[in-house]
């Protein structure tokens, strides 16, 4: 209702301006045709209420130069098609004024310049008039059917329910709020954290007509007025824009007189501090919808797990979401696993690897790693067999980095072995073989990392190389990244400590551990979060910080840490499905679909070519070779045991009321025979030895 009322001024004023220049301004034809639209999506109460001014409307397009607005207009293809719908205001409210037509005016400005695309937008805006249904909708953009749970998001949207969409990498997601957002006169904004994703899937709208427009930084002075006078006038129904855009008051308050209807996070996990795509300009988002009069709210995420999603749905305040949370087959994506065990591991792995690399068919491939260590001496090993291959991980500065993710995608680099750094935005769609030469750390993140292969939705292989050693070194990684209430607490005081008048503007936090510090600080009442400028975060900091709070979250955090562990030991020495086991994990019950080769269960011949010969490539003291583990490193398996024994002997009170990791660490290390060596360990007191002595002498013996 408010589009209408808000268009009608301007517009008035615009076709007076014509009827007296006498010159017929192509360019007002779409915003007649749009105000038309806006009419027909007003509810007939509504529509009675707008009548005098639909009427006023109809005298003037009707006495335009050149004729009505679509009439003439011989060749306006999409543009005349919408026009000529019937229904449209001008038919119904004409009727009492006969006001003449082709008045005044001298001909007018080529009538054929109608079908042209709108100056600076680059489009011909091609409407969708009809009523919000799904099925309709999808056959206006011209696809077939849907793909498992996008239904549900596009029918919540429209019913105006908030909702979470977690699908898949390449599972879907744009399709749930495209939708919706071109259903309605009213606007859809989505915003998304990189420009990339966001002008691709423009280009595609607006190739084929659809009303779409973007802003973001990078964009010509000239583009972005286009955009915002699209925008302004109705004629764009959805907006794609970065989260830095909501720190002006004035562009909210654009979208704020424009009328929102559907609000959209993409990428939603960049609000969650528990994520690594953490993102302090999303911290935005929850104010600007307050301010938007809360439209319909739709996050959109690949990242399944629990504390993400939950974490979402708290930011955004979401009012009982649907939860969308399906579609998680992948047919063309086939999952082996490789299991290696004991000494001859590392060479298992690479033979394997570099038999499979010898098919062309498997290339581009990524290769993840667990380390940078690892990035580095795998790619050095592929080199040596003759491949293409360069690494990418964090420790890189940022122009190599950039350059050789610009050299996987433009196809110049065949193989890209990478640590989890290599990830969001990469949307290359030919990847034929992800293959993870470590075990990940949960089966969210493999499933997100082999989910690169196979955009373009031809066969694609993953591959994951599992070692019984990788699980005792994830079971210390889990250990280590355990969060424990002192460090929280001594996070906090540090934040204290550098505040000046309880505020304080920082970095994001990087690593694990400061990042889940933070998380579990915020909540737990010791900091207030808001972004700052570029990509920072304003911190007020709390002098009083709950530490029962503090406490149960880290447990509840550290539960979360063994179950992810569990999942994947399961994934990967389980001996049901493994394309099963990952829809099972996603709560996807549908049955899986494969185009192709399923997984190493259904067909135990993995196929791969045998390496050619293999070099032996240690000694000559180069560095980097392959590296056994030294002998007085403590025994990882030793540690892991330790570990879990813990989680059990402590029951229901946090783990480190039996044993601080430091302590679990230094008896893997000495392997004590006896009471009396245990009992020399720092950190193992009469209370442990009287309780615990049987055991632990029982583990490390
Ligand atoms: N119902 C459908 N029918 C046919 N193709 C579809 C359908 N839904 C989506 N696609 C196509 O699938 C591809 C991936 O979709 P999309 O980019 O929305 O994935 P996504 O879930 O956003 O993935 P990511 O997490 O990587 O952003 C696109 O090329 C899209 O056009
Ligand atoms: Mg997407
Ligand atoms: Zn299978």
Same mark, same amino acid.
């Given at each position: 209702?408010? &589009? ?40 007939? *109460? ?27 207009? !011989? ?28 008045? +005044? ?5 080529? !009538? ?63 399709? $749930? ?35 779409? @427009? ?40 654009? &979208? ?13 996990? $960049? &609000?969650?501090?528990?994520? #690594? =795509?953490?993102? /302090? ?13 809360? /439209? ?46 004991? %000494? ?24 993840? $790693?667990?380390?940078?260590?690892? $990035? ?10 003759? #491949? ?39 949307? %290359? ?26 955009? =373009? ?27 424990? /209430? ?15 008048? +309880? ?18 600080? *915020? ?27 503090? =406490? ?5 955090? %550290? ?15 389980? =001996? ?27 067909? /135990? ?9 293999? %070099? ?21 398996? @030793? ?25 679990? *660490? ?22 442990? &030895? ?9 583990? @490390?013996?």
């Amino acid at each position: 209702m408010p &589009l209408f009322h808000d268009a009608f001024p301007d517009l008035v004023r615009e076709l007076e301006r014509e009827a007296r220049d006498g010159v017929r301004e192509p360019q007002l034809d779409l915003l007649v045709n749009a105000a038309r639209s806006h009419w027909k999506a007003l509810s007939p *109460e509504q529509q009675i209420d707008a009548r005098p001014m639909a009427e006023a409307l109809g005298a003037l397009t009707k006495a335009r130069p050149g004729g009505p607005a679509t009439a003439g207009a !011989a060749g306006a293809g999409s543009y005349a098609k919408a026009g000529s719908n019937g229904g449209s205001y001008v038919s119904e409210a004409s009727g009492s004024n006969g006001a003449g037509a082709s008045s +005044g005016g001298g001909p007018s400005r080529s !009538a054929s310049a109608v079908g042209t695309s709108v100056p600076g937008v680059g489009y011909e805006p091609h409407f969708y008039e009809g009523p919000p249904d799904p099925d309709l909708l999808l056959a206006h953009i011209g696809l077939a059917g849907f793909r498992p749970g996008q239904r549900e998001a596009v029918t919540a949207a429209l019913e105006g329910r908030d909702s979470l969409v977690v699908m898949p990498t390449g599972g879907g997601k744009s399709l $749930c709020y495209q939708l919706p957002g071109l259903a309605s006169s009213r606007l859809t904004v989505v915003v998304s954290p990189l420009v990339a994703l966001m002008s691709d899937q423009l280009r595609r709208l607006t190739e084929d007509g659809h009303p779409a @427009v973007m802003i973001a930084s990078g964009m010509t002075e000239e583009d972005n007025r286009a955009s915002f006078d699209a925008l302004r006038s109705g004629l764009a129904r959805i907006v794609f824009c970065s989260p830095e855009r909501f720190a002006s008051s004035w562009f909210v308050s654009v &979208l704020e007189q424009r009328g929102v209807d559907l609000f959209v996070i993409d990428e939603a996990h $960049c &609000l969650a501090e528990w994520g #690594h =795509d953490f993102r /302090p300009d999303y911290l935005r988002l929850p104010v600007a919808i307050e301010r938007l009069g809360r /439209p319909t709210v739709m996050a959109a995420t690949a990242t399944a797990t629990e504390a993400v999603a939950g974490e979402i749905i708290d930011r955004l305040g979401l009012r009982d979401p649907e939860m969308v949370r399906s579609g998680f087959d992948r047919p063309n994506l086939s999952f082996d696993v490789a299991g290696f065990e004991g %000494k001859g591991t590392k060479d298992g792995k690479r033979a394997l690897l570099l038999g499979a690399l010898t098919d062309p068919e498997l290339k581009p491939a990524i290769i993840y $790693c667990g380390t940078r260590k690892d $990035c580095e001496e795998v790619a050095g090993m592929l080199r040596d067999d003759g #491949h293409e291959a360069a690494h990418y991980h964090a420790g890189l500065p940022s122009d190599r980095r950039a350059g050789v993710q610009r050299a996987f995608m433009d196809g110049s680099l065949d193989i890209i072995v990478a640590t989890n750094a290599f990830g969001m935005g990469v949307d %290359k769609a030919d990847v034929r073989f992800v293959c993870h030469w470590a075990m990940p750390t949960s089966v969210e993140a493999y499933y997100q990392e082999a989910g690169r292969g196979g955009r =373009d939705g031809a066969p694609s292989r993953a591959l994951l190389l599992a070692s019984r050693a990788d699980l005792s070194r994830l079971i210390h990684f889990n250990t280590q990244r355990a969060i424990e /209430p002192e460090t929280v607490a001594s996070y906090h005081r540090r934040l204290l400590s550098r505040a000046q008048d +309880g505020v304080l503007e920082m970095e994001r936090p990087e690593n694990d551990d400061d990042r889940t510090s933070l998380a579990i600080v *915020e909540r737990a009442g010791g900091a207030r979060l808001a972004p700052a400028a570029s990509g920072r975060l304003h911190v007020t900091v709390e002098r009083r910080l709950d530490p029962r709070t503090v =406490d149960q979250i880290c447990r509840e955090a %550290k539960d979360r840490g063994w179950r992810a562990y569990r999942a994947i030991e399961a994934y990967a020495f389980g =001996d049901t499905c493994r394309r099963r086991t990952l829809l099972d994990h996603f709560g996807d019950r549908t049955e899986g679909a494969p185009i192709g080769r399923c997984c190493d269960v259904h067909d /135990p011949d993995l196929g791969f070519n045998p390496p050619k010969a293999l %070099k032996k490539r240690k000694s000559s003291g180069s560095g980097g070779g392959a590296q056994e583990p030294s002998p007085n490193n403590p025994a990882p398996e @030793v540690y892991a045991a330790l570990v879990v024994w813990r989680r059990e002997a402590a029951a229901d009170k946090p783990a480190y009321t039996v044993a601080t990791n430091r302590t679990l *660490e230094a008896i893997a290390d000495v392997r004590p025979t006896n009471e009396l060596e245990l009992g020399a360990i720092k950190g193992v007191g009469p209370a442990f &030895l009287e309780k615990f002595a049987d055991d632990v002498l029982e583990i @490390v013996g």
